[in-house]
């Protein structure tokens, strides 16, 4: 199959850490090989593997499958391919185009927090948006929503390209950016009601770009904060009808529609029981886990 320049490149400068894996694995007598995204990391778990003579699999996100970079070798020579959406396993059935071949659709897990947040009373709200400062992320919608509202104030966790001209689109609202914070920190301020509600405003880019499953969000529903978001990606996936809200991505007005019906603290109770409970079912990552060596068994 061709490849184009830019992926035989990449291909071609991870082939020496393939060779050099694949003499680890033998040492190691390691039985499986399985790599994160469907890029160059895929291409050095698959040559290392077939160097080896054990199986291997991979684990397919988002970019990575429009990437395209050899997806049907790889899907022909891994056990299985393993998607964490039900839209990334559609692109990954379509691009590598043989009949009958299917990924395995197995969700992303998150540790479940033995603590909740307790929803707080009052209408004010304080708001996050966890995530990278990227037009993906829709910044700047939630911005002009939060400027027809009164008493809903924001804190921006995250770093990225686009930090200078968000803060210029934030002058005179009430945003706080917090640059990046750790992870650690970030999950005890959710179980601890640091905050009323995560807010995600995704929109697809001109690029292509789409959301997949936004682990912040999932984070923030296992934790018992209620989640706002976008009908971008595979956003809906996670949040169902009645876990969270969600609106038409690069819609300012029924952003802060929806803000503002978050003011109702009994709705916000709701939506805390229910996000928590969604994940639970789908994307506790002791059951995702089980699920993930069951198929490693398998190979």
Not at 70 to 87: D, G, P, Y
Not at 115 to 132: F, H, I, K, S
Request: aromatic share 4%; with cysteine.
């Amino acid at each position: 199959m061709r490849t184009r320049p830019r992926l035989a490149v990449k291909n071609l400068a991870v082939h020496p850490k393939a060779l050099w894996l694949a003499r680890l694995v033998r040492e190691l007598g390691t039985e499986h090989v399985h790599a994160h995204w469907a890029a160059a990391s895929a291409t050095l778990a698959m040559v290392a593997a077939e160097q080896a003579r054990v199986p291997w699999s991979l684990t397919a996100h988002r970019w990575d499958i429009r990437e395209d970079n050899l997806l049907r070798t790889k899907a022909s020579s891994a056990c299985f391919v393993r998607a964490i959406s039900e839209a990334g396993a559609r692109e990954l059935e379509e691009r590598v185009g043989v009949e009958g071949w299917r990924p395995v659709m197995l969700r992303m897990g998150v540790e479940l927090p033995s603590g909740r947040a307790t929803p707080r009373e009052g209408g004010e709200l304080r708001l996050v948006t966890p995530a990278n400062l990227l037009p993906v992320k829709g910044h700047r919608y939630l911005f002009e929503a939060l400027a027809q509202l009164e008493g809903v104030s924001l804190d921006v966790a995250g770093e990225g390209s686009l930090r200078s001209e968000l803060e210029r689109r934030a002058k005179g609202l009430p945003v706080e950016f917090l640059g990046a914070i750790p992870h650690p920190e970030l999950l005890e301020s959710l179980t601890g009601g640091r905050w009323d509600a995560v807010v995600l405003p995704s929109v697809p880019t001109p690029e292509g770009d789409r959301e997949g499953v936004p682990v912040s969000l999932i984070e923030a529903m296992a934790a018992g904060v209620p989640v706002v978001s976008t009908s971008c990606g595979a956003i809906p996936e996670l949040v169902t009808e009645g876990t969270g809200l969600l609106v038409p991505p690069a819609d300012p007005a029924q952003l802060a529609d929806a803000l503002q019906r978050l003011r109702d603290p009994e709705l916000r109770q709701r939506l805390s029981a229910a996000g928590r409970n969604r994940v639970e079912t789908e994307f506790d990552v002791e059951r995702v886990a089980a699920r993930l060596g069951e198929l490693f068994a398998a190979c």
